[in-house]
């Protein structure tokens, strides 16, 4: 296979940074592509050349196949990268690029259509050996079976889209008299959001932990793993923060769930980067949730510990190159993501659109920032309004936890109202400290975690204007 000459980033923001920025390392050139509302955006001032896509939203954009296969042809791009969201677990779109003899840097069609479906995801690994949550995924979809199964399962159950992701389409439901509204409300959802109303039922596990998994295989058919996530503290089953490695986890336990996660790999032929995500009960026992066949955006936690670049290595395992390393790696201290947005807790965690006024980042070698935004960007109405990823290392998990909480209070945005405040409380809690926190935490503790600051508080998080930069020390980071 011919080394690839020129890369069309189909995606924006911080991840689109990202990938340009290992590209001109490896010297690949770097094609952007981008929206109406982008066309002054830092991802494209920042790649080799830029395509306009047109349009505003999404829609019209980002998530048009033909648009962003015309800009391949446009512009002799011999590679997509399709970052995360959007496009890259489009079967459609890979199968297509395929067919223009142009390389999907990510795993191939059949990998993503296999695990895409969580039905059938489900009834893969679990041929596999891997464990799964007690549930049903039958094909009827009939309020009788579903009663029936739920029965069977023992309540409370979770209703989940079939097609879905990213929390749309979940419902808990805790008694029979609350599945049929529970199950039409989440099948109307999953048809909004995906196009799909398929419902299938799981148990629902009590107080559980969101461990997951980085995998990675070549086209030789190696696969292995790159150690754990815990990305337990989510709201509205979105993850918020991201560390590794897992606190409180046993090595006994890393290891049959690092050995399913290889399995579950293995079992659709993978290649490239993949996250196995598992959930964890108390008492310790552990399932099979779903793959995300793409690259995860808390990723820069393993990078930070490995000393890795995962884009590096799609690029090559997509080139035909074996794994640069068929040995899972050495974990060198602990690392811990959090991701800053724009938008209001006090009013739902509403997006706050408007112009960053100032953004700064304090200065250390501890610390990494994936930003797509700079001082003078747009928050808009159109797209994720995440302003940077900040992501620490430290030595162990106490020492990170305070590299945080010193970096958190000295990060300066001025504009759109942020999520910050509300990031400080959460990882200063004595819960977040002994790693005690169930995917639950945020919800059952909302009222600490938006009580509003003192003035003693107030006082030193304005003292952080005097500390802050313009600038970080880190390599890695897109923001210099």
């Known amino acids: ?32 592509v981008y929206s109406d509302p982008d066309s002054q955006s830092l991802f494209v001032l920042s790649a080799d050349e830029a395509y306009p896509l047109g349009g505003t939203d999404a829609r019209s954009s980002y998530l048009n196949v033909d648009k962003v296969i015309e800009a391949c042809l446009a512009t002799g791009a011999d590679a997509v990268h399709p970052g995360y969201g959007f496009l890259s677990e489009n079967t459609d779109f890979a199968k297509k690029l395929e067919q223009h003899g142009i390389s999907f840097i990510g795993p191939k069609p059949h990998s993503i259509e296999a695990m895409g479906d969580k039905i059938g995801s489900r009834i893969l690994v679990a041929k596999s050996g891997v464990p799964v949550v007690p549930g049903y995924e039958g094909e009827s979809q009939e309020m009788s079976v579903f009663k029936k199964e739920a029965d069977k399962i023992g309540y409370p159950v979770m209703a989940k889209a079939s097609a879905g992701g990213g929390g749309k389409g979940m419902r808990r439901i805790n008694s029979s008299d609350e599945l049929e509204a529970g199950i039409l409300s989440a099948k109307r959802e999953a048809m909004s959001a995906f196009g799909d109303d398929r419902i299938l039922l799981e148990k629902y596990i009590v ?9 990675f295989g070549d086209t030789q058919g190696n696969i292995i ?20 490695p897992a606190p409180n986890f046993p090595s006994s336990l890393k290891s049959k769930m690092a050995e399913a996660a290889v399995m579950a790999g293995k079992a659709v032929q993978y290649e490239g980067a993949g996250t196995v995500e598992f959930i964890l009960g108390e008492n310790g026992e552990f399932y099979f949730l779903e793959m995300n066949t793409r690259l995860q955006v808390e990723h820069p936690v393993t990078e930070m510990t490995t000393g890795l670049d995962l ?14 390393n068929l040995q899972t790696p050495k974990q060198n201290g602990h690392a811990i993501e959090v991701r800053i947005y724009a938008e209001d807790p006090k009013e739902g965690f509403l997006p706050s659109i408007g112009k960053i006024h100032h953004l700064s980042f304090p200065t250390r070698e501890d610390l990494r920032i994936d930003s797509g935004v700079v001082t003078g960007s747009e928050i808009t109405m159109y797209y994720d309004p995440m302003i940077a990823k900040l992501i620490v290392w430290g030595e162990d998990r106490q020492t990170a936890i305070q590299r945080l909480i010193e970096c958190l209070s000295e990060t300066i945005v001025f504009g759109p109202k942020t999520n910050l405040q509300f990031l400080q409380k959460l990882v200063s809690t004595d819960q977040f400290a002994k790693g005690t926190v169930s995917t639950h935490f945020i919800a059952d503790h909302e009222d600490l975690l938006l009580k509003e600051n ?19 020390l880190d390599p890695w980071s897109p923001i210099r």
């Not at 011919?2 to 340009?20: D, F, M, S, T």
């Open 207 to 215: 107080n559980p932990r969101h461990v997951e998994f980085q995998i």
């Open 311 to 324: 884009v590096e290595w799609q690029i090559r395992v997509c080139q035909g190159e074996p794994l640069p």
């Open 454 to 472: 003192t003035k003693e508080e107030l006082k030193y998080a304005f003292a952080g204007l005097f500390f802050s930069s313009k600038q970080t």
């Open 225 to 244: 793993h790159l150690h754990e996530r815990d990305c337990s503290l989510q709201r509205r089953h979105q993850k918020v923060v991201e560390e590794t």
């Open 1 to 32: 296979m011919k080394p690839i000459q020129k890369i069309l980033i189909a995606n924006r923001g911080e991840i689109a940074v990202r990938v340009i920025r290992t590209a001109k390392k490896m010297g690949i050139r770097t094609v952007a």
